[in-house]
């Protein structure tokens, strides 16, 4: 899991940098994004150092506008996203960002020589969810498939799920979200996850 968030700090952390990001197609804004984000990371001496102020500044202000938390976390929730209120619907939305943001945060500093490649995206003018394929090639390892699943909102194309070498971020939290729910309801997974979040680091500034 941690793999799977790292990978997913290299891609979106410059999105932001990108002043037309709402109006590219979804395969040309991950190609003009990872591009960008590779040069700050080679660029930034205080980020390559693992200066966590600076990093939680980074991604706090630059990559929570380009997901679609809400939407991740009714996914990862699966079917007790219905039992929750809305109250608690918003705290877990808020829980699971903070551990997400502050996972992939930490691993950001990691990335140095990658490059990607790109597959094929045929895009339609009606097409409204689409899977972005690439691959990360790293000298010495194995080339790493990475698939950014995309909503077109009104704000531009949103991610909502990463799949890293076959590996989903939601599918692979819905199982222990379930688990937690079975043994002790919504409250016992929104506590389980702000004590991950307590564990981890300093919270995300940002409220959505």
């Not at 380009?66 to 809305?86: I, K, S």
């Not at 619907?89 to 992939?104: A, G, S």
């Amino acid at each position: 899991m941690k793999k799977l968030l790292a990978y997913l700090a290299l891609f979106f952390a410059a999105l932001p940098f990108m002043a037309s990001a709402n109006t590219l197609p979804p395969d040309e804004l991950v190609k003009s994004v990872a591009s960008e984000v590779m040069n700050i990371i080679k660029s930034d001496k205080d980020i390559q150092k693992g200066d966590q102020k600076k990093i939680y500044a980074l991604v706090d202000a630059k990559v929570l506008p380009h997901f679609d938390f809400t939407r991740m976390t009714r996914l990862a929730v699966g079917r007790y996203w219905r039992e929750a209120t809305p109250e608690q619907q918003q705290r877990l939305t808020k829980e699971f960002r903070d551990l997400l943001v502050r996972t992939y945060a930490m691993s950001l500093a990691n990335y140095k020589n990658q490059t990607i490649e790109y597959k094929p995206l045929r895009v339609g003018p009606n097409d409204t969810d689409v899977t972005v394929k690439t691959v990360v090639i790293e000298p010495g390892r194995q080339p790493i498939p990475i698939d950014y699943q995309m909503v077109k909102t009104a704000d531009g194309w949103k991610v909502y799920d990463i799949t890293v070498e076959g590996v989903s971020l939601v599918v692979n939290y819905r199982s222990s979200f379930a688990q937690e729910i079975q043994q002790g309801g919504i409250e016992r997974l929104i506590h389980a996850l702000a004590e991950k979040n307590a564990q981890v680091g300093q919270p995300a500034t940002r409220k959505n």
